[in-house]
């Protein structure tokens, strides 16, 4: 079996086995024909009802859960190459919930306070919430280097810290939008026309720019890691940090660097957030996209384009899941399916002992003791 | 192999050894055949169930914890308790107990990051022998010791022995081996290839047995010139040199040394006297506390780790798993580590694929790396692969010092004969290198000029045609004072 092949056995395997557990789960407390259905609900509700579509039916069944599935999944992808950027440069970031709540509100400060003409205001919200995310991880990264702070520590810190500064503080205090018409909002003002992520597939569904963006970051963050000096010398830093400085290869930087990449990513799927779907900075953000993002990149075994793929098939699942309640299943249940196919994952060792086994097993019993 | 005797297993690097030992240990499961202990058929299926067998090993890498002490680590998975809780006054008086009976003698309360290398290998014989281990493995266990401490050593397995114990003992050490050993088992690429009683045998029939017919080519090339022409310009010269070491001692008490271009300048030492901290200073991975020097043109004091490989200092660091190479990357990744911002390993900022794969490639075949597949990842490489991959770059990136330090430790005897000849041709070419050896035989043989440290000091100082071995051993134990021979 390749090595590559084998690496990615685990993360297939959990997930299987998630989907399996769920479905007993499911089938023991309603009916085993109900969970059945139920998956079958979760995945029209993700990927599009295809055969009503081939029934004859409107081109929205499929666009709308496409676009639920893509917003999802986009926010996912975001968050969980946070994740898994800071694990290459050997760094656990529990911060990107923190780093997104920060994204979040620069991209809507600057997305209603700024004017600019369309083609600028985008990529100026957006970038504003990769430094804000940046600047929030470099914290932790500063802390690390400098003082020797563990940075799952500060992280876990910092997102209590960003969670009282802005949802808190600034979103119901100096930032909270002004009144309409008479009517009080919670939240930040609402952003500009101009700075609204474009949606490509009509009103219909909310599939919007986010999700190729989020799609070009995992892509880049590929290609760095593993195709320019800096990125070898970040996995060299993560791998063997010694190693690497004994080689001459600024860990300070490296690890620095790596953080704030990390917090540009979550803050960036903060602005995914605003621009694309809120408008605003909501009353509360609430949403637990940066914790997700921890169980999308463990899932996706620290990788890119591995978390990609994870990202994609919790976003189907995700957006899929309400669909599930049609047939009495709690929504909850991709979620569940989620953190159980992350507590199968941190088994990696014992599947890779199991795949070993299975695979030595013939040689073995043929020397079974014949005394 | 019998009751009380000493057999010892020989063999190159990646013969095997390791591997033969690590299932009769339970570590690794056996793909097929028989494992008899007093005649009886047995599976270890974990360690646990070797030493319930009274199977003892004593790694070429100690499995201690640092931080705990002595009687601490030695009980450590089966520590006594009173009413449930730690006793460890019994531990204590345990452990002390089983020094005294098999002669160590060891301070059951001292921590083990306080004692030398030979005595934390004695923790673990300790270790071993208080699980009631009757069959004692050593893997390597001269590696890390000073002369002194592997002559006690050989005492202390002999002494076992001589107690009804088994000791097997692996090393490639073939002088040490015909010393202390009844019986020999010589291993070649996984098979075991000869045995012979090491009365019956010499060192030379040893190596041919485990080399095999045919030398290979890089060990049988004439071996360069043993004394090198007049020594060119000065590349490294210090004064006062002092730096403080990781137990924030001062290691390093003021030392003045000088390394020419085109000469190898020996330091020896017991370890523990400031040579590992010294190899450090000159490659920028600590920094000085006083003293001033100049290294390839420019000053030592706040020298960074890239500094010193842009002005030409290489590096065959002591630590290999640590500090040379990352196991978890591909040979050719490894082979790229400090140079991968250079052609051919980069373009640009971009990584240079095809100039990394070819310059591997060469490489490996240049240093006989086996497999050689740049792509493998390096932790599948035995230790002397590893050792020849490092020794590889280092030379390759041409620098005008080398630092070295403990170039052969664990490696057989071809790879050590390889990697000597690619020092000696380095410095032919004109390479200033700092050799720093626990190997004294190491140091004689390579070196044009030699330093003793003694705690942080130099105590003395030999060209070649002055070298004595019991006079240098004096100085090495700093029972004379301070001077020039």
Not at chain 1, 150 to 160: K, Q
Not at chain 2, 84 to 98: F, H, I, P, Y
Not at chain 2, 132 to 142: K, M, N, R
Not at chain 2, 203 to 220: F, I, K, S
Request: aromatic letters at 4%; a positive charge; charged letters at 20%.
């Amino acid at each position: 079996m390749p090595e590559r092949v084998r690496q990615l056995l685990p993360s297939v395997l959990s997930v299987l086995l998630a989907l399996g557990v769920c479905w007993v789960l499911i089938a023991l407390t309603l009916e085993p024909g109900t969970a059945t259905d139920a998956y079958l609900q979760m995945l029209w509700g993700g990927i599009g009802n295809w055969p009503a579509y081939l029934d004859g039916a409107a081109a929205t069944v499929i666009t709308r859960p496409l676009g639920e599935s893509a917003m999802k999944a986009a926010l996912l992808t975001l968050t969980g190459l946070s994740v898994a950027v800071a694990f290459k440069v050997g760094l656990f970031n529990i911060g990107a919930q923190g780093q997104m709540l920060l994204g979040a509100l620069a991209a809507a400060v600057v997305g209603a306070q700024v004017s600019l003409p369309g083609a600028l205001h985008v990529p100026a919200a957006l970038l504003g919430a990769a430094l804000a995310g940046a600047a929030w991880a470099g914290i932790a990264g500063l802390l690390r280097i400098y003082r020797g702070v563990h940075e799952v520590i500060s992280t876990i810190m910092l997102n209590w810290v960003a969670l009282s500064l802005v949802d808190n503080w600034l979103v119901v205090g100096p930032l909270r939008g002004a009144a309409e018409g008479g009517q009080s909002i919670t939240g930040t003002a609402e952003i500009q026309a101009t700075a609204v992520l474009p949606r490509l597939l009509g009103e219909g569904s909310r599939l919007n720019l986010g999700f190729p963006l989020a799609l070009v970051a995992a892509l880049a963050v590929w290609v760095w890691l593993t195709r320019t000096r800096s990125g070898f010398e970040t996995r060299a830093v993560g791998l063997g940090a010694e190693a690497a400085r004994a080689a001459g290869i600024p860990v300070a930087r490296r690890m620095g660097l790596a953080m704030a990449l990390a917090g540009a990513m979550a803050g960036l799927a903060g602005a995914v957030l605003v621009l694309g779907t809120e408008g605003r900075y909501p009353g509360t953000l609430g949403a637990p996209y940066g914790f997700d993002g921890i169980a999308i990149a463990l899932i996706g075994n620290n990788h890119p384009l591995g978390a990609t793929v994870s990202a994609l098939f919790f976003g189907v699942l995700r957006a899929g899941g309400t669909r599930m309640q049609l047939l009495g299943v709690h929504k909850s249940f991709p979620e569940l399916i989620q953190g159980l196919a992350l507590l199968f994952v941190a088994g990696r060792m014992v599947w890779l002992a199991v795949l070993r086994r299975r695979s030595v097993a013939p040689a073995a019993s043929a020397e079974v003791p014949r005394a | 192999m019998h009751r009380g005797e000493l057999l010892a297993v020989v063999g190159e690097n990646g013969a095997g050894k390791s591997s033969l030992m690590n299932v009769l240990y339970g570590l690794y499961q056996p793909d097929a055949g028989v494992l008899s202990l007093d005649g009886q058929p047995v599976r270890f299926k974990s360690p646990r169930d070797a030493i319930a067998r009274g199977i003892g090993m004593v790694h070429q890498h100690f499995m201690l914890v640092p931080t705990l002490s002595v009687a601490e680590n030695v009980v450590l998975g089966r520590e006594p308790t009173r009413h449930g809780l730690l006793d460890l006054e019994r531990a204590v008086r345990e452990v002390s107990a089983t020094c005294a009976r098999f002669g160590f003698q060891l301070e059951p309360r001292a921590r083990v990051d306080t004692l030398s290398v030979g005595s934390q290998q004695k923790v673990e014989i300790v270790k071993a022998l208080h699980r009631g281990a009757q069959v004692l493995i050593l893997d390597e266990p001269t590696a890390v010791l000073t002369p002194q401490e592997s002559d006690e050593l050989a005492r202390v397995m002999r002494g076992l022995v001589a107690q009804g114990h088994t000791v097997v003992l692996i090393s490639h050490k073939l002088k040490e081996v015909l010393g202390v050993a009844d019986r020999i088992a010589v291993m070649r690429r996984g098979r075991c290839v000869a045995e012979v009683r090491a009365a019956d045998t010499t060192a030379e029939q040893l190596a041919a047995l485990m080399v095999g017919e045919g030398p290979r080519a890089p060990a049988a090339a004439a071996p360069a010139s043993a004394v090198s022409q007049a020594p060119g310009e000065p590349l490294l010269d210090v004064r006062g040199l002092q730096a403080t070491g990781d137990n924030g001692r001062p290691a390093l008490r003021g030392v003045d040394l000088e390394v020419r271009a085109g000469e190898i300048v020996g330091i020896a030492g017991v370890d523990g006297n400031g040579q590992r901290e010294l190899a450090e200073v000159l490659t920028g991975l600590r920094s000085l506390t006083s003293g001033s020097g100049t290294l390839l043109g420019g000053p030592l004091g706040g020298l960074t780790p890239a500094q010193a490989r842009t002005r030409g200092v290489g590096h065959i660091p002591e630590d290999r798993h640590h500090r040379a190479v990352v196991k978890a990357l591909s040979v050719e990744e490894n082979v790229a580590l400090g140079r991968h911002t250079r052609p051919p390993f980069a373009k640009g900022p971009w990584i240079d694929f095809k100039g990394r794969r070819e310059r591997t490639r060469a490489l490996t075949v240049a240093y006989d790396v086996r497999p050689p597949d740049p792509e493998v990842a390096l932790r599948a490489l035995s230790g002397g692969n590893q050792q020849k991959v490092v020794v590889a770059r280092e030379l390759d990136a041409r620098p005008r010092l080398l630092v070295v330090v403990q170039p052969t430790r664990g490696l057989d005897v071809g790879a050590v004969a390889q990697v000597h000849a690619k020092l000696r041709e380095a410095r032919d070419q004109g390479t200033g290198v700092l050799l720093v050896s626990l190997d004294l035989e190491e140091v004689l043989a390579l070196s044009d000029r030699v330093y003793v440290f003694f705690e942080g000091r130099v105590t003395g100082h030999f060209p070649r045609h002055a070298f004595d071995e019991r006079e240098l051993g004096r100085r090495m134990l700093g029972t004379l004072e301070p001077g020039h021979a």
